[in-house]
């Protein structure tokens, strides 16, 4: 079992369904309500942070970089509209993480982006959460630090992301116009 740390809740094991444990206890609705798409991006985030010797809190930052790792996904079109590369978003996040010891962690933030992107499923009457719902999530709490994240890598322009991933969404843009244009198909 894992030692008590304010802030931080234990995800015990490396594993997928260490990671469904952690979602079921979080918001009681598991992997069921997750796409394949966002446990893929929660799993690669995860293993990116096993990964290193001395860090062990996944925290929204992760996610974001768990979120680019598809070449063709609502993520990376949403920021390259604003001219940030997964090469950006990855220097950005190594550079401002917190060196940890100890067993697998996750956040209060990491658990609230994925309280808001159920949250934002449910709004927009989508049945499942998908990595676009996750971004939506990011964007929906400006005191958050995935906002303040999103916000410095797209120039003060974290709400104009938002409403991009809206639009990707919905189908009624393909992200290739950039900021602003909406492409219509």
Sequence with gaps: MFPNRPGLTPIEGQSDRGIQTWLDQLLGVGLTRFTGDVIDAIVAAADDVWAQEDRLIL???DLLLGLMREEVGIPR???AAFDVSMHDVRAAVR???VQKQGDLYASRQIELTLALSVF????LGHDLVDVGHVLLGMT???PGQAY???DVLTGGNALALRSLVLRLMEGRDDGSAGVGQTVRT
């Design 77 to 79: 079109r949403a920021f």
């Design 95 to 97: 550079a401002g993480r």
């Design 120 to 123: 934002e499923s449910a709004k």
């Design 148 to 150: 303040r994240w999103i």
């Design 59 to 61: 925290d929204t930052p």
């Design 140 to 142: 929906s709490y400006s």
